[in-house]
């Protein structure tokens, strides 16, 4: 079957914002370069520019050349559980800004994987977070009762809840992550500037103490065009032994 020129344009700009031969904040080609070395017509040449300006790689605007406006961060998923220190290490500015943080009964999937009784309650707490001021993950985390009493006397607005924790003595010691695609409810649409429905990439954690006791169960979601998953495997070590490791990692760093 073949491949409509647009996505043909789309594709090879995209991969060339990817290998960083088009860095941030460069300009592209103009319509007519791009329809001389593409063989196409202004018309699939700007339906691929629109694509681009859609995933949030390029800038366009009314008689400027469109420009390079980002690559999606990736985020280690096994190494890190610290939206603020992964963006941090990119160079990137992260930002929360809280919706929600109290006490409640938690839905009965949740209190199941927390190990609660249908009546216990537990700690929520749901925030927007962002690279560079824009909106890129909508989190939604609930902590045993113990340990996110802990986090009314701090302001979760100021940073890392994880580096708060550990600060205030709470055993963070392994997670356990799952990786899957939801459609963007209405609070996610309006958090993230999404269209209801649309892909998001959620990363399911349960955050366990040194003792094993599953301490935080979390529901992360990514706007799928500011963070991407990557695999790293490896022939020389058994799959049974070891396991390959998923990472949502920096576009153009080592994952």
């Known amino acids: 079957m073949r491949v409509p020129l647009h996505v043909v344009v789309a594709d090879a700009i995209r991969e060339r914002i990817r290998s960083g031969d088009l860095p941030v904040g ?30 949030g790689l390029i800038e366009t605007s009314q008689g400027r050349v469109p420009t390079v406006l980002g690559r999606p961060l990736a985020h280690s998923i096994d190494d890190f559980f610290s939206f603020s220190a992964w963006v941090q290490a990119t160079g990137r500015l992260p930002g929360q800004h809280t919706l929600e943080l109290a006490w409640r009964v938690p839905p009965a999937e949740v209190a199941a994987k927390l190990h609660l009784a249908a009546s216990d309650r537990a700690v929520v707490v749901v925030r927007r977070r962002s690279i560079d001021g824009r909106p890129t993950m909508l989190e939604r985390s609930w902590y045993v009762s113990e340990v996110g009493r802990r986090l009314f006397d701090f302001d979760p607005d100021e940073g890392s809840i994880f580096g708060a924790l550990i600060e205030r003595g709470v055993s963070l010691e392994s997670g356990t992550h799952t990786i899957d695609a939801v459609a963007a409810n209405v609070l996610d649409a309006e958090q993230l500037e999404v269209p209801l429905a649309s892909p998001l990439l959620r990363v399911e954690r349960l955050t366990s103490s040194a003792s094993g006791r599953v301490v935080e169960y979390a529901d992360d979601r990514y706007r799928t065009d500011r963070a991407k998953l990557a695999i790293r495997n490896s022939r020389s070590t058994s799959a049974v032994s070891r396991p390959s490791i998923a990472r949502l990692a920096p576009e153009g760093l080592p994952a």
């Open 26 to 55: 460069a300009p592209l080609p103009s319509e007519s370069e791009l329809s001389a070395q593409f063989g196409a017509s202004r018309g699939p040449v700007r339906q691929a520019l629109g694509q681009l300006r859609n995933e």
